[in-house]
């Protein structure tokens, strides 16, 4: 090769392999999500209600913080760690901009079995005090600390693998029934773990297959241990929790600042148990000693990563549906969009960076993201404010709640997890759309409660994938073009003659989990098509195929979405005489494109549907009652719309 020869292919290779910067900062932009928000941050508009939703949103930080630490077994300082640094991490990395991460009852459950495990509580005896200790802390609390960083560790490393891999396109197999399921199910468990605190009662670690069963059989065979005075406060506690957190929603439109019912409730708890002595004259158990400040970092044991796999993908795959459900859910009510795949990303970083800070795993949880909404946040900079508070509690008050009882700790878990709780009632909804649906959630949840959290989202997920596959080859039509679009191009008389574009759309295949995202987009698509102004009036346009419905395909909402509606008059058709079955988020996706069409200024009217889609639409969302949208035929549905418009004249229409 001649010099000159190897110099062009140096520079070529050069021009293709040199980065240029506007790719940089788009990379940058993509990984940093805080890069893209944070410069348009408006501080005259959001900085007020951002400050007042961290200070309420760290009231739930420093409560759950001690509370999950307790559930995952290690000394109530560690959660407060827990609060602080995953919660810096993910305003960073995460793109929900309003998902609180932190210390999660479900990930607290999962690595409270491997701290058990690994470090019973009958070991506590036999360990010694060591010199250089942590914050006065004794070997036994550091080497449960040491296991549950450890999950943390790995459950971070798993995350981020899965990033690395691009699984963030796979999230669309685990369906909301199986979310709602698992994590009803996981709170379940979570309730039961607090059982005895609440009681006052003392038993011994139970976990593993059909653990659930086997606590509350030994509460009944011990009824007789149960402390009255640890029921009673238990009982007072709950009671005054629940009726201020409803007041709070009752009234929340009418006072600007909810009262902080959690941290009022900590501190007249604590006093009285000061004043009262109720440590030694009742029995009752405290939280005890809480050194203040943070400790230097240190790596987690990596001689026990092997051991504790297990809980780390538990942590890993609960921890990553559960705050990715919670960031779909704010992205969607707020109107911005959220990438699976970096979510990965966020909270593996999330957990693998506090690891070396003595953290337990972390995830986002409901309470603290609903109370996000109740305050009216409005970015991340809520949680880097709470954070500023935490911090206060760390260096100055911790030591003052040593008094606190543990079953008012215990009440306000179970009070906590009232958003997971409720979510039985969602059985009502998935009964009158999909009874299919319905039998998933009920075998998820019997699996959540008989084993785990992780097993019985697995499960669901198993069991989901198996049954649509079983009712796909049941599909009464199986054609290769899954839509035909027909446009009719209808002049209408106004001050100005303009173009009025009806487009009619036949959905061949069923409409499930799998093919409702690539649904809603293809549809989409085809709405803010732009029109071609060359062709003339009675020109009809050219049909396009979509492979619409293919079963593994898993359609994402680009920037489209979010522009208007290039036809400020249109109409669009939908033929469902092909749409055989249906489950709850295919149900979904349709409602929610009709909204979506409604707000945009489009009329959608549903041809050829069958009684149970009617009924399961009707049921699943709030339509418009005051116009006939439902069909017997396409022909039906275009008489309505040409005399609601005072059409004249339609012009000739083909399939293709």
């Not at 802390?137 to 459950?155: K, N």
């Not at 369906?175 to 011994?204: D, F, N």
């Not at 920037?559 to 036809?567: G, T, V």
Request: charge should be positive.
């Amino acid at each position: 090769m001649t010099g000159a020869k190897r110099k062009k292919k140096s520079v070529l290779w050069g021009k293709m392999h040199t980065p240029h910067w506007e790719d940089i900062k788009q990379w940058c932009k993509r990984r940093l999500p805080i890069l893209e928000w944070a410069p348009q941050y408006n501080l005259r508009e959001n900085l007020l209600p951002d400050t007042v939703s961290g200070i309420m949103l760290a009231v739930q930080q420093v409560t759950q913080g001690l509370s999950f630490a307790i559930l995952s077994s290690v000394h109530p300082v560690f959660g407060l760690y827990g609060s602080l640094f995953p919660a810096i991490i993910y305003a960073i990395f995460g793109m929900g901009r309003h998902v609180a991460t932190g210390t999660f009852a479900l990930t607290s459950l999962i690595s409270a079995n491997a701290v058990e495990r690994l470090v019973p509580q009958s070991s506590r005896n036999l360990t010694t005090q060591s010199n250089f200790s942590v914050l006065g802390l004794s070997d036994f609390e550091l080497q449960r600390i040491g296991v549950a960083a450890a999950v943390s560790f790995l459950g971070g490393v798993i995350q981020m693998v899965m990033f690395v891999l691009q699984l963030g396109s796979a999230t669309f197999l685990v369906t909301e029934p199986v979310i709602s399921a698992m994590t009803t199910g996981a709170a379940t468990h979570v309730v039961t773990s607090q059982v005895k605190y609440l009681l006052g009662i003392k038993m011994p670690y139970i976990s593993g297959p059909l653990g659930f069963f086997y606590i509350y059989a030994y509460v009944f065979e011990n009824i007789k241990s149960v402390q009255l005075e640890a029921l009673l406060l238990s009982l007072l506690s709950i009671v005054v929790l629940v009726l201020v957190k409803e007041l709070n929603e009752q009234f929340k439109r009418k006072i600007k600042v909810v009262l902080p019912v959690d941290l009022v409730l900590i501190i007249a708890a604590s006093f009285a148990c000061y004043c009262t002595n109720m440590e030694n004259t009742y029995g009752l158990e405290v939280v005890g000693h809480i050194p203040n400040g943070i400790p230097p970092p240190r790596a987690p044991p990596m001689n026990i990563l092997s051991a504790v796999l297990t809980e780390a993908f538990g942590v890993a795959l609960v921890g990553y549906v559960a705050s990715l459900a919670l960031a779909q859910g704010s992205a969607k009510k707020f109107k911005y969009s959220v990438n699976d795949n970096q979510e990965f990303l966020a909270h593996g970083l999330s957990n693998v960076i506090p690891s070396f800070f003595f953290c337990i795993p972390s995830a986002a949880a409901m309470g603290r993201t609903a109370g996000l909404y109740s305050t009216g946040a409005k970015t991340q900079v809520a949680c880097l404010i709470s954070c500023i508070f935490v911090l206060i509690v760390i260096y100055a008050i911790g030591p003052l709640l040593y008094w606190l009882p543990m079953c008012v700790l215990a009440s306000i878990i179970v009070v906590g997890l009232k958003g997971m709780l409720i979510q039985f009632r969602d059985l009502k909804k998935y009964w009158n759309v999909d009874k299919i649906d319905w039998g998933i959630w009920i075998s998820t949840y019997i699996f959540t409660i008989c084993f785990a959290a992780n097993v019985g989202l697995l499960f669901g997920v198993v069991c989901t994938i198996a049954i649509v596959i079983g009712r796909f080859p049941r599909a009464k039509t199986l054609s290769i073009t899954n839509m035909k679009e027909l446009e009719f191009k209808v002049k209408t008389e106004m001050n100005d003659e303009t173009l009025q574009q009806v487009k009619i759309i036949s959905i061949n295949n069923p409409l499930v989990f799998l093919n409702a995202k690539k649904l809603n987009t293809d549809l989409m698509k085809i709405i803010l098509k732009e029109n071609d102004s060359s062709h003339p009036l009675d020109d009809v346009s050219k049909c396009e195929q979509n492979t619409l419905l293919s079963p593994l395909s898993n359609g994402n909402c680009n920037e489209e979405a979010s522009q208007r509606c290039p036809c400020d008059k249109c109409s669009l058709v939908l033929d469902c005489n092909g749409l055989t079955f249906f489950d709850y988020t295919g149900v979904s996706t349709l409602v929610e494109l009709y909204l979506d069409c409604k707000s945009r200024g489009v009329d959608v009217f549903l041809a050829n549907c069958t009684a149970s889609l009617i009924k399961a639409m009707t049921y699943c969302g709030d339509l418009d009652t005051e116009k006939p949208i439902f069909f017997d035929s396409v022909p039906a549905a275009i008489s309505t719309i040409q005399s609601s418009k005072n059409l004249s004249k339609v012009s000739d229409h083909s399939e293709v």
